[in-house]
């Protein structure tokens, strides 16, 4: 028996709509890209694969490439080492904002070298790496703080690049009255010396090797609840500043739009099979 052609595209569609949960969630962080691979101004979703800030040094092991989502984990795919970082800086917190009013766009607060409060940028939760030594933040365990104040909540600055502000929670702020303890965990790091991975959504990374390889860091969101949603944003630098990563969940709407479509494909299918038949 043959099928309609056509019929393949609807039950393509719905498969597709049924992985529909992994995302890959990475927008352009707004800072004029240094591209250093075969793109121009850098490749990936959103130019931010092999790429770093203005300025800033390049290479693979530097280059923070992409955030994927599925359901309530979040992956870091990343040429810089997650976990040692890279000499002489380390990896900085993820900060999160669930509300949809985070004022991470370059120049919220472009001084460097020093320390700034949430009133410039509305954070409301931060990923806290808890085992700092060096440039390395150890087995990759972390605390997880929620975030209920502004002014009176700091944050450390990047010490080179101001347009990627801010790079961790000032240490000693897990005592303010704002600032509360919501979960821990560990984030798990694998490693892949391919030069293109493939990220669970489709899209893809470049540019690693045995020497240079990728770094794919695991997190659970299960904290935020109900809160992960439309527009929840995260954010990422080192120390430096070298590259910021941003990323942000999509509407809802383009999935079920997407599943919608497939639905009518298969109706439409099944009506005309039964005329043919």
């Not at 309530?72 to 009013?101: A, C, H, R, T, W």
């Not at 990323?247 to 809802?252: H, L």
Request: negative net charge; charged residues 15%.
């Amino acid at each position: 028996m043959q099928y309609p052609k056509f019929c393949c595209t609807a039950v393509c569609a719905l498969a597709l709509a049924g992985s529909a949960n992994a995302k890959n969630i990475t927008i352009n962080d707004l800072q004029s890209p240094n591209s250093y691979g075969f793109g121009a101004p850098g490749i990936g979703q959103a130019g931010e694969d092999q790429e770093t800030e203005p300025g800033t040094a390049s290479g693979q092991h530097w280059d923070l490439e992409a955030f994927t989502l599925n359901g309530s984990n979040l992956k870091v795919y990343s040429g810089y080492n997650l976990l040692q970082g890279e000499k002489p800086y380390g990896l900085g917190d993820v900060f999160i904002d669930v509300n949809g009013d985070a004022n991470w766009q370059p120049g919220a607060d472009n001084n460097i070298s020093g320390t700034t409060d949430n009133s410039k940028f509305l954070y409301d939760y931060v990923i806290h790496w808890n085992d700092r030594s060096g440039t390395s933040i150890g087995a990759g365990t972390y605390d997880v703080y929620k975030i209920t104040g502004d002014s009176d909540v700091r944050f450390q600055e990047t010490v080179y690049k101001s347009g990627s502000n801010p790079w961790t929670l000032l240490a000693g702020q897990s005592n303010s009255d704002h600032v509360s303890k919501v979960a821990s965990g560990s984030m798990s790091v694998a490693v892949d010396a391919s030069d293109v991975i493939t990220l669970e959504d489709g899209t893809q990374v470049t540019g690693g090797s045995s020497v240079r390889p990728h770094f794919i860091g695991d997190l659970d969101l299960s904290f935020l609840g109900s809160a992960l949603g439309s527009q929840t944003l995260f954010h990422l630098t080192m120390e430096c500043g070298n590259d910021s990563m941003v990323g942000r969940v999509p509407d809802a709407g383009s999935a079920l739009a997407l599943m919608t479509a497939a639905m009518s494909g298969l109706a439409f299918v099944g009506r005309r099979t039964r005329r043919q038949s």
